[in-house]
């Protein structure tokens, strides 16, 4: 697959942003596509609306990238629902009584598949969903899903999950007799280096659950164990318990990185490929990093993820971090930067305004 580097350096434009910063987002996003932004949101408020299908690698940020969409349309415009989402919702309503009855009546009338409606209730009661989740039953909770959401753009993230599914998902508006939207693949390149980083210093605090990295997203509050020289990381979340003291732990195999998820990355990057050979359907194409050497007429400065490294100040009795740019390897061995999700979501917002509009 080829994924173009997309140019998000504009000429003129001196000022820089905080893009992790929400205020400060919102103008980055402004300055850069504020005419795209602004037709996109006409379209839909005008009645339109579209299906994108997200797809890339385990842990590549799909999540991250459709919510700053939705962030910066509007929540009341876009929604985004994950599959493991909606099948966790759903173990949990066939738990409900009531919610359960309510279920089944749907399915009655929505689902068709070799499986009973009783043996898949069944196979939430005995927690074996994992052996039996015909596509025909996602199928119908993606259409429940999708109605309850009502008249907005949708991003679903994680169908199709197989390659058996993706010829389900060019057909499903059809066979589901849903709304006459365009639809798209959303395909999105990071490289392996950063996912394997991404989990191996991912931490998270043990009373809110918040994640930070120790290398990548460090909370205000680094920490210095003298005894172990080690650094770590208190959690910052202003609503925790642990606000300022909580360490922040790593998550059981996250020290394995990628190998840990292997089959699944494997499987998913089967899944990009054959998506990208698909004619017929729009394709928007997003890269997470960008050589280096090309780096300097492409992107701007703060638009590269930096790296953080820790010492300890003896004198002042604090820890000092230094950052600077994150220089990854692309999965063919090139030296590159890897980008924050805002610079990935303006390449987004850049190409559903062309299908969309042209």
Known sequence: MDFPIYKTKREGLSLGFNVNDPVERFEYFQAKAGTEIEAIKEYIDEGHTFVAYMLAKKSAGKGTYSKMFEEIVGSDRVATFSIGDLIRQTEKDVADPGKRGELVEYLKSNYRGFNSVEEIMEAFDNRSTSKLLPTEFIMALVKREISRIGDKAVFIDGFPRGLDQISYSLYFREIMRLRDDPDFFVLIDVPESVIDARMKARVVCPICKTSRNVTLLPTKFPAYDKANDRFYLLCDNSECTGHGVQEMVKKEG??????????????????????????????????????????????????????FE????????????????????????IDSYSLYAAPVVLAMIMQIKKILLG
């Open 254 to 307: 996250d020290e394995l990185g990628i190998e840990a998820i292997r089959d699944r990355v494997n499987t998913d990057g089967e899944l990009m490929n054959r998506a990208f050979m698909l004619q017929g359907i729009p394709k928007v194409l997003l890269r997470n990093s960008v050589p280096v050497d090309q780096a300097n007429e492409s992107v701007d400065d703060y638009e590269i993820t930096p790296e």
């Open 310 to 333: 820790y010492s300890f100040n003896d004198i002042e009795n604090r820890v000092e971090m230094e950052e600077k740019p994150w220089v990854i390897k692309s999965d063919d061995g």
